[in-house]
């Protein structure tokens, strides 16, 4: 160690690292200098500076601003220049109506939405752009979430009232504000704003946010995007649905957070708070309520602002809480909802789990999955291959006996049509009825439609063995549609086996046991009450 010491010169004794400090320090200052120079140039000078003379100056204190602290002298007046520069190129834009660059002006200032003022210009950027039929797939995302995340900040609009002097006796109320001051405030510091109710002399915010609202969406109309042709589906694109279903969902998400979240939670739309980082903070406080109410509502509002997590392998995993167990779910129910339309078998046996954690996830399911069966059900009147996609999606939903009924009807028509048209076999369409009925013994089609299958072909020995070999299963059913379909349908054919029996002696062994599967086909589906 010694010798290392002896041969190796600290930082401070090597010349070349000390002229690149000092080349380096100058660097710096010569920047900094630059900047005053400009500066003291703009402020003597007797003509109101061009938008693109304030941008570039502003844009160099920002490339500079991390040496500032070095500095000291220099770097508090360089900074509230930057503060005025930054509100001159928002007025200048504005006037201007130069209002994408006054957007991106805008949320470039670190943590923008904490500033009523400058929420509401960014959401006077956005219902312009709106109105003039410049929102696209481009920014359409941006503008809807900022413009919804500006109106449903009630501080916004108390800011311009704050800001506005009256000269009138006219006064406003946020009683029924469509943001959270309706909610939790009972007294504001605002000059003539109450929570009293509206009338004529006192006007409500409300209504303002709402026609507001109205007037942004009805903007959406008129995007100049062309809608355009979906390379995989070769369907057309309708860019104005593709809006309005994203300003639907962002609405969902912030009247979702407003209703269930404390007051001083950041009112933002899912987007926005993914955007700029507030969004663990929401899915944290719904989670809270969760935990506290044990009310599925809080998770499937705060699933809007959850995102999916993955492990380390990059396989999509539960999360830490149950907000996040819940958007995993989301995400499986939405790959059953395709799966179920392309008819593909895959994923039912993995989405167990995840579907039946949460009930209003299982409700969803079946709720969506309905009117996709009964369009597939149209289409393809006769497929065995749906049956077995029926059942995949029972195997999910055990109890839901709206998807017993349809599968027990649909499976029931397609041996009912299979024996009639001599497309399957009579041994076939005895274990699909077999499967059918386990599944739903009480439908009263498809026990009716077993019986009459075993009264046409008792008399073959193959069939009536497969038939000797369901009773086991057949006696754990309990019942009384299959029970009474065997007495309607059997008893008439063992009345006649008999009087046959009689006639000849012939057949007498095999119509002995023929009666035999009778008797017991009857014994063993008798309902135990």
């Not at 339309?341 to 995840?354: C, R």
């Not at 049956?387 to 939903?397: G, N």
Request: charged share 30%; net charge negative; with cysteine.
């Amino acid at each position: 160690m010694d010798v290392l010491k002896k041969h190796l010169k600290s930082e401070n004794q090597i010349p070349e690292l000390e002229s690149l400090k000092i080349l380096l320090g100058y660097q710096k200052t010569k920047g900094i200098k630059g900047i005053i120079s400009d500066i003291n140039k703009l402020i003597e000078s007797k003509d109101e500076p061009s938008s693109r003379k304030l941008e570039t100056i502003y844009a160099r204190i920002v490339e500079h601003e991390p040496i500032l602290e070095d500095f000291p002298d220099y770097s508090n007046q360089i900074l509230d220049f930057k503060k005025n520069c930054f509100s001159r190129l928002i007025h200048a834009y504005l006037n201007q109506e130069q209002w994408e660059k006054c957007l991106h002006h805008i949320t470039s200032f670190d943590k923008f939405y904490k500033h009523p003022e400058l929420l509401n210009n960014a959401g006077i950027c956005c219902v312009r752009l709106v109105l003039d039929g410049e929102i696209n797939l481009y920014n359409y995302r941006e503008l809807i979430s900022i413009w919804l995340t500006t109106i449903y900040t009630d501080k916004v609009i108390l800011k311009s009232l704050d800001t506005t002097s009256w000269d009138d006796e006219y006064t406003f109320t946020i009683y029924d504000s469509i943001g959270k001051f309706s909610k939790y405030i009972f007294k504001t510091e605002v000059e003539n704003v109450n929570k009293d109710q509206p009338s004529e002399n006192n006007i409500s915010i409300g209504d303002t946010q709402r026609e507001l609202r109205k007037l942004f969406e009805s903007g959406l109309i008129r995007s100049k995007e062309q809608d355009f042709v979906d390379a995989d589906t070769g369907d057309l694109v309708s860019v104005i649905e593709i809006m309005e279903s994203f300003y639907s969902s962002e609405k969902e998400s912030i009247e979702g957070l407003i209703d269930n979240l404390p007051y001083d939670i950041t009112i933002c739309t899912s987007e926005f708070a993914m955007k700029y980082h507030l969004a663990q903070t929401a899915v944290d406080q719904f989670d809270k309520r969760y935990q506290k109410e044990n009310d599925e509502r809080f998770l499937e509002a705060g699933a809007r602002f959850a995102e999916l997590i993955k492990n380390k392998d990059g396989d999509l995993s539960d999360g830490k809480n149950d907000v996040e167990k819940y958007k995993l779910s989301e995400h499986i129910l939405n790959q059953i909802i395709n799966s179920l339309k392309s008819q593909s078998l895959e994923g039912y046996d993995s989405a167990k789990v995840n579907i039946n954690r949460f009930d209003t996830i299982k409700a969803k399911l079946e709720s969506e999955a309905t009117p996709v069966i009964h369009k597939l059900i149209s289409e393809n009147p006769v497929n065995y291959d749906l049956i077995e996609v029926l059942y995949r999606m029972l195997s999910i939903l055990p109890f839901s006996e709206n998807l017993k009924y349809i599968y027990a009807e649909y499976a029931t028509n397609y041996c009912i049509h299979g024996i009639n048209s001599k497309s399957m076999s009579e041994i076939a369409a005895l274990e699909l009825l077999m499967e059918i009925i386990k599944v739903t013994p009480n439908n009263h089609r498809t026990a009716k439609s077993l019986a009459a299958l075993i009264s046409m072909y008792l008399t073959n020995e193959d069939f009536l063995n497969k038939v000797v070999e369901m009773i086991p299963e057949l006696s754990e059913l309990n019942s009384e549609s299959l029970y009474n379909s065997f007495i309607s349908e059997l008893s008439g054919i063992k009345e006649e086996l008999n009087s046959w029996k009689r006639k000849t002696n012939d057949s007498y062994i095999k119509i002995q046991d023929i009666i035999k599967v009778i008797d017991e086909l009857q014994t063993i589906t008798e309902p135990v009450y």
